[in-house]
């Protein structure tokens, strides 16, 4: 026959915290988060104290699995009734239906990714795809390939962030935050044979003192065409068409010669001043031009450092350097975005100060 449980001291225990937990809730004095924290606190919370000084009490194998039962089922019911308690609060006149709402503030694109996706879609309408790539790189992809011998003083133009402790790894294969895009280039055209119409937007990094116009994080759109018969011509007029369609069907281009090791002839490319229509005026120097990015025919030796690394890997020879030819180009997202929108300091770029970046919503 099943044994009759009489009263015990436990159930006496039980009962008052039960009728201690009715009155909290009913009080209403404590949110339902500092009633959870007083109630089922793991570390202090009033039950596991209560549970501990119990168990010491109990003194028999069958007090203790008492008292284990009992919380149990109390426990499980402090969770529904805190719960519980808080709609029947809110229905005693705590919730008022007449008071305007919690508004949820709506996010705006930030100005860098709205300024790159607006050069991104410039070229997609010419049929170039988007092609992205790791912001942290090896040497090889970042340098080697792109024709920056290991201590070539051309390494210098760019001063790198580069991961710690990687002395044991060959140089090609050392990590570093990558200081263009370019090395997408070189990843695009060892996935895959040409012909190629790429457009790459994307964050890179260099070792340099913040300032006005220098930030050590910035952003560039890089470009890269590849095909049979591409010619300096067809850099030029893709170049011209792009920053008319950025700045303006006025604004005229102008080409310098420049150096990068990566293309070959290489050049700088200007355009007539936004501000003043080329008729000179503080922001470009009273030169009426403003230089906007770099440009030039892909050099040979990236060709093959491409094809080399594509026969590493089982690829056949695809980049030719007698059947085909190709250009490429990169340029500085920031200042675009700052010329855009009148802004005098890339910090406000990176600080992400509501003051400023509400004015883009
Ligand atoms: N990667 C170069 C830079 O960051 C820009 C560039 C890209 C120049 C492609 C030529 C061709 O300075």
């Known amino acids: 026959m099943k044994e009759m449980r009489t009263h015990t001291?436990?159930?006496?225990?039980?009962?008052?915290?039960?009728?201690?937990?009715?009155?909290d809730i009913e009080l209403g004095s404590l949110s339902n988060e500092e009633l959870r924290l007083k109630w089922t606190g793991r570390k202090q919370g009033l039950l596991k104290s209560a549970f501990d000084e119990m168990m010491t009490r109990a003194t028999t194998v069958e007090e203790k699995r008492a008292v284990g039962q009992s919380f149990n089922l109390l426990k499980a019911s402090v969770e529904n009734r805190i719960a519980i308690g808080e709609v029947s609060r809110s229905q005693r006149g705590m919730l008022d239906v007449t008071l305007p709402g919690t508004s949820q503030r709506l996010g705006a694109e930030h100005p860098l990714i709205r300024t790159s996706a607006e050069i991104v879609s410039v070229f997609q309408r010419l049929g170039y795809s988007v092609a992205l790539g790791p912001e942290v790189e090896t040497d090889f992809y970042n340098f080697e390939s792109l024709n920056f011998p290991p201590n070539h003083p051309a390494r210098d133009t760019q001063d790198t962030l580069v991961i710690a402790a990687q002395d044991a790894k060959p140089l090609?294969?050392?990590?570093?935050?990558?200081?263009?895009?370019?090395?997408?280039?070189?990843?695009?055209?060892?996935?895959?044979?040409?012909?190629?119409?790429?457009?790459?937007?994307?964050?890179?990094?260099?070792?340099?003192?913040?300032?006005?116009?220098?930030?050590?994080?910035?952003?560039?759109?890089?470009?890269?065409?590849?095909?049979?018969?591409?010619?300096?011509?067809?850099?030029?007029?893709?170049?011209?068409?792009?920053?008319?369609?950025?700045?303006?069907?006025?604004?005229?281009?102008?080409?310098?010669?420049?150096?990068?090791?990566?293309?070959?002839?290489?050049?700088?490319?200007?355009?007539?001043?936004?501000?003043?229509?080329?008729?000179?005026?503080?922001?470009?120097?009273?030169?009426?031009w403003i230089e906007l990015l770099g440009c030039g025919m892909v050099d040979?030796?990236?060709?093959?450092?491409?094809?080399?690394?594509?026969?590493?890997?089982?690829?056949?020879?695809?980049?030719?350097?007698?059947?085909?030819?190709?250009?490429?180009?990169?340029?500085?997202?920031?200042?675009?975005?700052?010329?855009?929108?009148?802004?005098s300091d890339i910090g406000l770029l990176y600080s992400g100060d509501m003051r400023f970046l509400e004015q883009f919503a």
């Open 172 to 288: 090609r294969d050392r990590l570093l935050l990558r200081t263009h895009t370019s090395p997408v280039q070189i990843r695009s055209m060892i996935d895959g044979p040409p012909p190629l119409r790429l457009v790459i937007p994307g964050k890179v990094h260099r070792n340099e003192a913040a300032d006005a116009t220098h930030s050590p994080v910035f952003h560039q759109v890089e470009g890269l065409c590849v095909d049979t018969n591409i010619t300096f011509s067809d850099l030029k007029g893709t170049l011209d068409h792009a920053m008319k369609a950025l700045f303006g069907s006025s604004v005229k281009t102008r080409f310098f010669p420049s150096f990068f090791p990566f293309t070959e002839p290489s050049a700088a490319v200007q355009i007539s001043c936004i501000f003043c229509g080329g008729k000179g005026c503080r922001k470009c120097k009273h030169s009426g």
């Open 9 to 23: 001291w436990i159930d006496d225990e039980i009962d008052r915290l039960d009728q201690e937990l009715k009155r």
């Open 300 to 343: 040979p030796a990236v060709f093959q450092a491409v094809d080399q690394r594509r026969i590493e890997l089982g690829r056949e020879h695809a980049y030719d350097t007698g059947k085909i030819s190709g250009f490429a180009f990169g340029m500085g997202v920031d200042r675009i975005a700052m010329m855009k929108y009148g802004i």
